[in-house]
Each structure stands twice: as C-alpha cells, then as structure tokens.
C-alpha cells in the first residue's frame, strides 16, 4: 500500500518528506526511499524494511535541499530489495520518479526501450516510466519535465498515480494521475506547496488542497500550482478546506467514509496484489500462508468460515479454489460452525475471513479447527489482530483502515486475497500450466483499472436511486460466480438504506421469490456477458413477463439488454473469473446512494457495528 509525499519550498525537504510518510505507515510497505536534489545533483537514499531505516540512512548520510520526493513501497515487479525501492532514476541521471499503480504493458514498453540501449537498474514496472520521460524531454519536449511526462504517461495501460522530479528544472515537481491507483493531494502552503497521495501525510502542514481528478497533471512550484489535462488544456481546481479534526480530514473530498472507501477500491486491490505476484517470471509468493509445497498436495479439503460480507466473499472464493487448485471448498457460517461437529482433519484447511480479525464468532470457528487439528489459516485486514495471530499463516487484505460499518473495499479485498491463495494452491499443486496462470497474473494486473472505469457509473447509479429510493423491496439475481454478488449486494442495501432486500441465484428465483415479482419489486440482475448470460436474459424475461422492473448490469457494448431491461448500468468488459469484483462495485454504489437519499447514517447504520466481537 503505497505512499508518496512531496515538498517544494524554502525550508528543508528531508525533513518534512520523512515525516509524511511516517503518516502513511499505516498502509503497510516493504521498503521505502528519499530523492532531494541539491545544486542540481539528485541525492537519493533507500532502504528495505520499516521508515526507521531509511530514517538511520538519512542521519548517516544527510540530505540538503528544498526540493524533494518519497516513497514507501509494496513490491510488485521485482523482490523488496534496495534496488528496487523507490524512487527510481533514468538512466541519464536527469529524473526521478515515484509511482502507485502497476503498468500492465511494462513487459513491451521495457523490450522496446532496451532495443532502444536503455539499461535498467531494477526488476520494477516503475522503472519504465522515467525511462520513458527521459526519452520524451529529449526527443519533442524540449527538456520540459512537464511536457515530457505527459507525453510518456500516455503510453502506459493501467491506473497511476506518478510525481517526477527533474535535475535541470530543480524548482518543481510534476504530479499525474491516471484512473483510480490512488489519490493525488496537491497541499497549499505559503511560499511552499506539497504533494501527498493520501491527507493525513501532510495535513500538518496546510488545510488548503486541491485533489487531482483522473487524466490531470500538476507542476507544482513554491509559488504557484498549475494544473491542465494530458492533452495540455488549462484546467483551474477546486481549493478545498479540510479541518484539522482527524477523522474528518481523513473522509477528505467525499461526504462519507463509506463513498471514500468504495472509491478507495482501486488502490486497495492494488495495495492487496502487491508484493504477492512475480509478475516476471509468473509465479504467486505468499510466504505469510506458510504452507508448503509438500503440504498443498496433501490436502484433501478447504473449509471457509466467515460471517455476513466476508461469507460471501468466501462463496466467491469456493469457485477460485475448486476451478484452479481442484481441491473441493465447503463454506460456513462461523456462527453456526461450532453448533455440529464438523468433519476436520490434519488434510483439511480452514480458512477464516474476517475485515477485523475480532469477530467473536470467526474466532470461535477457529478455535474448533485448532481442538481438531486442522491446518489454520485466516484473512484479515487488521495487523496484529487475534485472528492474524492465531492463524498457523495468513494473508492480510492490505485495504487500509475501513471506517465505514457496511463493508466495501474489504469485501474486493478479501476476494482478490482469495484468488490469490487459489492460484498459489494451484502452483503447489500443479493443477495449473505456467501458461495459464500467466494469464491469470494479467487478469490481476488488470484489475484495478477495471474497477476504476466500473466506479464510473456513479452518476448513473445517483439517478437511479433517485427513482428508486422509496421502493419497499428489492430482489437481487445471479448465476453462477456472479449470484453471492446478488447476495452481497442485498446485503448492502438492507444494511445501510433499511430497505429489505433478498439476494438469490437466479435459478432459485421460480422455487419461491417469484411469487413476490410486481410492478412495485425492483430486480437487479448481474446480466455481464460470460457463460449464464442466456440463463441470465432468461430470468429477466421471466420477470418481465410478470409485471417486474428490471436494474440490468451489463457488459459495455451490450444493447440488446438495453431492449430487455427497464434500467442498464454498464461495466467493463473482463475475464469472467474477476467479473464478481468488479459487478459488486455498482451495486455499492447504488446502496449507498438509495441510502443517502433515504436520510439514513450511512457510516454508522443502526443496529450494527464494525467489529461484532459479542454473540
């Protein structure tokens, strides 16, 4: 979960740079590093492990200068050694970079830039981008860091959030954002400017910040910020206040904690991919699951056991787990898991899933597979939480602190968590060719951006709950991997709107809920074309037939649905295996807006609470 702070004024660079990124530790990194330039020289430190290494650098070797940016880093192309922690140097010495995101062509764009004599000093997909700026300054843009930045940002796929700084422009840094990696906070001072990709880095300094919107570049100078599009427009930003109160300068730009963290989606799958994938040689490293290569053949079942959100994260996970590691999955309420005697041996896995790592009844499921033997494993969001430290191993989400009770980006998390451990299963356990988890390591790869155009169609969802919002029941269909997104996304609107709502798989809908179709029952149907989409137009004809109006979610392209469907929402086109994913990403959009059209507290709904730590 990366972090990026900058700073350009009178006072030290070091200094302030160091003590931001202290702010962002909570995101979690495996090494991190500083560039500052002094009289036209870039002085960069770097270390691997914790901020208080870097730190030890910084006091052994000092850093002068009023110009300067850091990084803390989870690795994603290449190990977390020096060598590739940022900030990374072109090769002629004349810019550095620091970058969020994961370049999906950085294989092509790396090839070609070699042809080209570029050497490389790290294994990183970063590495490209200020490869690529040094070629664009010399090559159109005339030495201009801005211009040369945004020429080569228009060559990479995926969603970025980049800051550059150039040693022949020493007095400014240029920040982009591409998509939805993550935020770019431009903070305004007085005869000094910063940069951070999250507030609380430099909330200290100054309340005045302007956020940067997809496809915008900023040059930030002490005395003046300007930014324009990447196709070189003027743009002029909106200045926003934020108070000093924590909590509230955390929510930043948006009106809850819940919209932020849906939003937040993008880079919290990022953030949970990262340091996981040998995106080079194509292979998944999960060395916290402790699980061996002899021990992953040896298994003969997986349970899962979860509660709400996380169970049905874990439904989704069942279909990871069978298809790519052929190793038959079970899941389970962790509240009703220790009311039998649950079949468990030394060739079973239990794993937990819970956003806390507190929840009573998960930890009581866990507790029951520790009295039977059974090989422990959880996933959890919160670091050092009981769950975390019972488990025999673990994959922790990386989603950053979820303040909002309905869960949002740890339900993707979880999700992607679970794909991960399904091909690392798979890997172990040679049920998968190096080909086909290539291609699944680009489906991952891709993700975040994917998710990024979903977010898209809030606009439209807004319209919708307008129409919609006083509607007394809703009815959630999917098939196949999609239907525990049906019921995840029933789930979310009875939770934060009171609205009550059902989720089924489809295939169930005439083996009951059919009797309740009317003109007055909403149905959203997960309709994206993948292999149940003719099942799926089926059942949506079933409820039409029947008076019912029918939400469609569709893949782009698809107008015939637009003829079958009362209301469309669009998402991108995407392997099927991700496609739960991204299709939850509008039906959280459209909870949460049908709730705040309702007056409900969106953040804080009644009843519930975000860590259930009581039976």
Avoid at 215 to 229: C, E, K, L, M, N
Avoid at 260 to 277: A, L, Y
Avoid at 385 to 404: C, D, F, K, L, W
Avoid at 578 to 589: D, H
Wanted: aromatic share 6%; glycine share 8%.
């Amino acid at each position: 979960m990366c972090g990026i702070v900058g700073y350009v004024g009178d006072q030290k660079a070091a200094p302030i740079i160091l003590d931001g990124l202290g702010r962002l530790e909570y995101r979690g990194y495996d090494s991190a590093g500083v560039a500052i330039i002094h009289d036209d020289r870039i002085q960069i430190r770097r270390d691997v492990g914790k901020l208080s290494n870097l730190r030890k650098r910084v006091v052994d070797a000092p850093l002068t200068g009023s110009v300067g940016i850091g990084h803390t880093r989870w690795a994603t192309h290449g190990a977390p050694v020096e060598q590739n922690a940022h900030p990374h140097v072109s090769m002629d010495g004349e810019f550095v970079v620091v970058h969020n995101g994961i370049v999906e062509n950085y294989r092509e764009l790396r090839d070609e830039l070699t042809a080209e004599g570029v050497h490389f000093s790290s294994d990183t997909d970063t590495e490209v981008i200020v490869q690529l700026i040094s070629r664009f300054a010399r090559n159109g843009a005339n030495g201009d860091v801005t211009e040369a930045t945004r020429r080569a940002v228009q060559h990479l796929r995926g969603a970025h959030a980049i800051v550059v700084m150039s040693r022949t422009q020493p007095d400014r840094l240029v920040a982009v954002r591409i998509g939805n990696a993550g935020g770019i906070t431009v903070g305004l001072g007085e005869s000094e400017n910063f940069i951070a990709s999250d507030i609380p880095a430099i909330i200290e300094q100054t309340r005045r910040m302007i956020f940067l919107e997809d496809g915008q570049a900023a040059t930030i100078q002490s005395d003046q910020v300007s930014i324009q599009t990447l196709q070189g427009r003027p743009v002029t930003p909106t200045v926003h206040q934020i108070p000093w109160d924590a909590v509230s300068a955390a929510k930043g730009e948006y009106q809850h904690f819940m919209l932020k963290e849906i939003f937040d989606q993008p880079r919290s799958i990022t953030d949970t991919i990262r340091g996981r994938v040998d995106f080079e040689h194509g292979r998944v490293l999960l060395p916290d699951l402790n699980l061996s290569g002899e021990t992953a053949k040896m298994l003969s079942r997986l349970v899962i056991v979860a509660c709400g959100t996380s169970y049905y994260s874990g439904l989704v996970g069942k279909f990871f787990i069978e298809q790519l590691a052929k190793l038959p999955v079970e899941v389970d309420y962790g509240s009703e898991f220790r009311y039998r005697d649950p079949l468990l041996g030394e060739n079973t896995a239990v794993l937990a899933i819970t956003q806390s790592g507190e929840t009573v009844d998960t930890l009581a499921a866990m507790e029951t597979a520790q009295k039977k033997k059974a090989l422990l494993w959880s996933i959890v969001n919160a670091i050092g939480s009981q769950a975390m430290r019972v488990a025999t191993g673990y994959i922790t989400m990386n989603a950053g602190p979820e303040i909002g009770v309905a869960s949002t980006k740890a339900f993707t998390a979880s999700i992607v968590d679970q794909y991960l451990l399904a091909l690392y299963l798979a890997q172990e356990r040679s049920t998968i060719s190096h080909g086909e988890l290539s291609a699944h390591l680009q489906h991952l790869a891709q993700l975040p951006d994917l998710v990024g155009h979903a977010l898209e169609s809030y606009s439209q969802v807004q319209a919708l709950a307008a129409h919609f919002h006083n509607r007394r029941d809703f009815l959630f269909l999917g098939r196949g991997i999609n239907y525990p997104v049906a019921l995840e996304g029933a789930l979310k609107l009875k939770e934060i709107s009171y609205i009550h709502a059902e989720g089924y798989p489809a295939g169930e809908m005439k083996h009951g809920p059919i009797a309740l179709i009317d003109e007055n029952m909403p149905v959203v149907a997960i309709t994206t074309k993948h292999t149940v989409y003719d099942k799926m137009i089926s059942q949506i004809e079933q409820v039409k037939a029947r008076g019912g109006v029918v939400i469609a979610i569709a893949t782009e392209g698809d107008l015939a649905i637009a003829r079958k469907a009362d209301h469309v929402i669009y998402v991108p086109t995407s392997p099927e295996i991700i496609s739960p994913v991204i299709n939850v990403i509008p039906l959280q959009l459209l909870a949460y807006a049908i709730a705040v059209r309702r007056g409900a507290d969106v953040d804080q709904p009644r009843n519930l609470a975000k860590s259930v730590t009581v039976e």
